[in-house]
């Protein structure tokens, strides 16, 4: 077996148990907000929505880059996991602490009822048991072990859903929600560092190696920070600008963008280990090149699969899912489907801007695209709604991945990305104003329109047949056909 053969197969099994994993994650994780949705109503839902949005922002911030790091020093350099691994602990439980006493002392001082205070001080917990999950998976993507990643990602999300089920017998409320985040996260999370301890590695800190990685790692946390704010202006400000109730119509729409990111998220954990230590040259070599040829179109060709099935079928996806009363979330997944292609391409860029150590680029990129972005939400969320602010969010999109394109990829992939990022997108859009045009019933259109899709991918060659075939190969355990 060639080293190309096991480095497919190594990705075809990480991939699957991601995949399985993640499907399951999300899904669960999504039954339990279709169920507060449904159970608490458009404001209530909303106030959740913001809320969370808040915490996982804290989470970054108080992160510093320090999982993204573990990634790649640990892909680099895999004995140096331990102490990776306890230094990103120690500045997370430490930063942590400082923000939730600040949290804390300023709630007494808010204008928000009661009620929304109690809220608010319990699901803030949360972020403290994702802030653990996401630092035990660090361990396990930089190791290649993404199995182990899969089990205990997908056991978190069951936990919080029984856990909701539970506490929500008698009546929904806020706090409900809050409890089931914040057990089923932290008990999880508990549990899988106990077994980490005792059957892969036991975490070791040092105060001045943490203050080290911090200093080593705030790239990633800055690009990690701007990245969460970018994508959660757009709630945020439905939220403060047009109301709580048009915010839960907004996050409706937006669960299901959510529920896709995952999938290309966690392939990005499959791949970002092998781009840290293909490019740790100066000049990356041509396996480089080709990983990240292969990585960047299938990933876009995913999000143009996923844009087209989202936009023909929005309407039904909204009314299954969350009920009549979020029927005009319909209008707004429309808009949002093509952020799933934009999404990817994000993915890809800053994968391969990180390898190269374009740190710069990411952050600079990102904090450009907020002040648009939240300059477009200025303008338009007032007239429009939340419909302004999905508009929003395709604009500047597209304006972030073309920044990273232009300022970071350099000439010799400038031409290249613009083909595997360009025609995925034009087809879809192409097709999905095509099926517009003609009378055909649902589903058979969404079944017509990835057909010719799939077809026109392969025809342009974006999609490589010999290619899926090595994978496949790959993923059954097959020696990979020869050419």
């Known amino acids: 077996m ?3 053969d096991g480095l497919a197969r190594r990705f075809a099994k990480n991939t699957t148990a991601l995949a399985l994993g993640g499907v399951f994650a999300q899904t669960a994780i999504i039954l339990v907000e279709v169920l507060m949705a449904r159970g608490l109503g458009t404001e ?13 922002l804290a989470i970054l911030v108080f992160d510093l880059g320090s999982t993204a790091w573990t990634i790649q020093e640990g892909s680099r350099h895999p004995k140096q996991l331990a102490a990776l691994f306890g230094n990103s602990l120690l500045l997370k439980t430490t930063a942590f602490a400082v923000l939730y006493a600040v949290l804390l002392f300023m709630l007494p001082f808010t204008s928000l009822d009661s009620e929304i205070r109690v809220f608010v001080a319990v699901f803030a917990l949360y972020g403290f048991g994702l802030a653990l999950v996401d630092s035990l998976a660090s361990v396990y993507t930089a190791s290649q072990e993404m199995h182990i990643n899969a089990l205990f990602q ?14 929500s017998l008698d009546g929904r409320s806020l706090l409900d929600a809050a409890l ?8 999880i999370g508990m549990i899988w560092l106990a077994w980490t301890w005792r059957n892969r590695l036991r975490p070791a800190a040092r105060v001045r190696e943490a203050l080290s990685l911090a200093r080593q790692s705030y790239h990633y946390g800055i690009s990690s920070v701007l990245r969460q704010v970018y994508y959660k202006t757009d709630i945020v400000m439905v939220a403060f600008l047009v109301g709580a109730a048009e915010a839960g119509v907004f996050a409706a729409a937006l669960k299901f963008l959510d529920f896709f990111y995952k999938i290309p998220l966690l392939l990005s954990r499959v791949v970002s ?19 990240v040829s292969i990585y960047s179109r299938y990933l876009v060709v995913l999000g143009a699969f996923a844009a087209l099935v989202t936009y023909l079928s929005a309407d039904t996806l909204v009314e299954l899912a969350f009920g009549d009363a979020y029927a005009s979330s319909g209008s707004i997944l429309r808009i949002l489907s093509m952020v799933m292609v934009l999404k990817c391409m994000m993915i890809v860029c800053e994968g391969v801007l990180s390898s190269l150590g374009a740190h710069t680029v990411r952050w600079a990129s990102f904090a450009t695209t907020v002040v648009i972005n939240i300059v477009l939400n200025l303008i338009l969320v007032p007239r429009y709604g939340a419909e302004g602010a999905a508009i929003a969010t395709v604009l500047s999109g597209a304006l972030l991945v073309g920044q990273f394109v232009v300022l970071g990829f350099g000439r010799r992939r400038v031409l290249s990305a613009l083909a595997w990022f360009g025609l995925p997108s034009l087809a879809t859009i192409a097709i999905a104003a095509a099926v517009g045009l003609v009378s055909v019933p649902f589903p058979l259109d969404v079944l017509a329109a990835v057909a010719v899709l799939a077809i026109a991918l392969i025809a342009s060659g974006v999609v490589r047949l010999s290619e899926l075939q090595r994978f496949g190969a790959a993923a059954l355990g097959k020696a990979a056909p020869t050419e």
Do not use: K, W
Not at 154 to 164: E, Q
Not at 180 to 187: E, Y
Not at 282 to 288: A, F, K, L, R, V
């Open 2 to 4: 060639t080293q190309s």
């Open 154 to 167: 997908a056991l978190s999300p069951l936990a919080i859903l029984c856990v909701y089920l539970v506490v």
């Open 273 to 291: 280990p092998a781009l840290f230590a293909e490019s740790r040259t100066s000049d990356p070599n041509q396996s480089y090149e080709t990983l």
């Open 44 to 56: 209530a839902y909303g106030i959740f929505a913001t809320t969370h949005a808040f915490t996982i």
């Open 180 to 187: 089931a985040f914040v057990i089923g996260s932290v008990s």
